[in-house]
Structures are given as C-alpha cells and as structure tokens.
C-alpha cells in the first residue's frame, strides 16, 4: 500500500471517466496525482521516443522527469491532472481521422480503377501530405498489418473520443462513423494494426 503523500503516476489512455475515478481514489489514499498518457506506439515506445501528455501539481514534475525522460523525447505539461487526458483524447480524435480516411481513399481508388499509389504520389512533398499518412496508406496498399498499435486498441481509444463529446454535449457525427467502423473492423481484426480498418472499407467495395 502507498504512504500518504507518495505520487501515483497514470499513463494509460483510459478516457474521462476513468481518469477521474483514479483522481478520486488518489485523494481518498492522501497520494498526489499525475496523469500522463502518452502518443507513440511500439517502435517509439521500445526507443524511448514517446510524446509525454502530463498533468498534475508542479512538485510532481522534478519527481517524474527522470521517468518520462526514460520513455520520451518530449514532455508536455498540459495543466491540472485530468488534462493530459483531455489532450490524448483531442489527438487520438485527429489520429483516428486520419487513418479512416487514408483507408476510405484507397478503397475508392481501387473501386473506380486508380492506382492507389498515384494519389500519394500526388499530394506528396505539399500541403496535403503527412508522414503518418503515407506510413499507414502503403501498408494498406500492401495488406501489410503487423501490429504496431492493434486495431483493439485504437477502437477502445475511438470510443473514449465519442465518450468525450458526450461529456461536453458535442455532436461529432464524423467522429462517431468512425469509431463505429473501428469498432466493427476491430470484431475481425483487432489484433492486426489499426491500419487494417482499410479492410472494411475494401469489403465494403467489393
């Protein structure tokens, strides 16, 4: 059992109503609390080049630093505990875009007979271009998922993203297509990588 006073130190992406309820608990137990989820999936992780997204009190920061200096090439203090969350859930919300839309393109591509290739060729190097879209698209191109984050995961995390504007009373209807793909894409294939949402899509087309 931690002492009163220790720190307890949150980094999974567990949504709003998760983060709250380990708040809740830490001031229950007297512990101080960090909430620092992370951007980057297995080969940053495995490098110690993760995106730190923390927050809580400041006297946390000089006791952490050393550990988010062993995961991360960055820290980002974002404020109040609670709010590394709310900054994960914003960019997950882009990532899960990005991805369904980047599958939704090549499907298209491959239906109306374009080489899918020749799209990325067309954007690359301007300002429609992003690395992780080129990543994500080839490997779609290619039917190559090993997992480097699983599909599971990145359903769970689309989820926790309409969760999130349920919160706030906001209607994301684009967001919430989307993780209703992920989510029925993830019952096939959740244990490949997220870019295998493209398959259903493609099924789709078939």
Known sequence: MA????????MGTIGIAGTER????A???ELGFVDAPVLGTKQP?????LVVLASGPD???????PIFDAVG?????AGEAGAGTLLKLVVNSWIVTVVEGVAEMIALAEAIGVDPTLAFDAVSGGPLDLPYMQTKGRSMIAREFAPSFRLALAAKDADLVIQAASFADLDLPMLEAIAKRFAEAAREHGDKDLSAVYLASSASTD
């Open 73 to 77: 090439k960055r820290t980002i203090w």
């Open 3 to 10: 002492e009163p006073g220790a720190v307890w130190l949150q």
């Open 22 to 25: 380990c708040a809740e608990l």
């Open 27 to 29: 001031r229950h137990a």
């Open 59 to 65: 006297n946390g920061r000089e006791l952490l630093e």
């Open 45 to 49: 992780a495995e490098a110690g080049e």
